[in-house]
């Protein structure tokens, strides 16, 4: 997962830097960018997972905030430590399942082409 985050958080930030035309600028945008589809997100989703009425919802929006490399990455390893802790529901008891951490790595694997050749 660490290599997985690593090729698809630097493919992605070379992509959203050419929406801008001043470095630090850009290096702003980006690191705020990332910091807030990571940890923000994955908050968001961790909250939603824990109400009974949003349980539904966050399966289907977890679909699209995996196309964030930073929620991937905050995610998998979530649920790494909610399964290891014993928290996390025992349907999914191996590590490399996919509602631990398989979709993420899926999704990062995905990202780092769609991101690598996207420009």
Not at 33 to 56: C, E, P, Q
Not at 77 to 90: I, V, Y
Request: proline share 1%; with cysteine; hydrophobic share 50%.
């Amino acid at each position: 997962m660490f290599l997985g985050y690593g090729l698809a958080v630097a493919s992605s930030t070379y992509c959203l830097s050419f929406f801008f035309s001043d470095h630090t600028m850009a290096q702003n945008v980006v690191l705020l960018i990332n910091f807030f589809s990571g940890l923000i997100l994955m908050v968001i989703s961790f909250i939603m997972g824990l109400i009974k009425s949003t349980v539904s919802a966050n399966s289907f929006l977890k679909n699209f905030f995996r196309l964030s490399p930073g929620f991937c990455y905050a995610d998998g390893l979530a649920s790494l430590a909610l399964l290891r802790q014993g928290m996390k529901d025992k349907s999914s008891d191996a590590a490399f399942d996919w509602n631990v951490t398989g979709a993420s790595i899926c999704y990062l694997g995905v990202e780092v082409y769609i991101f690598s050749f996207f420009f």
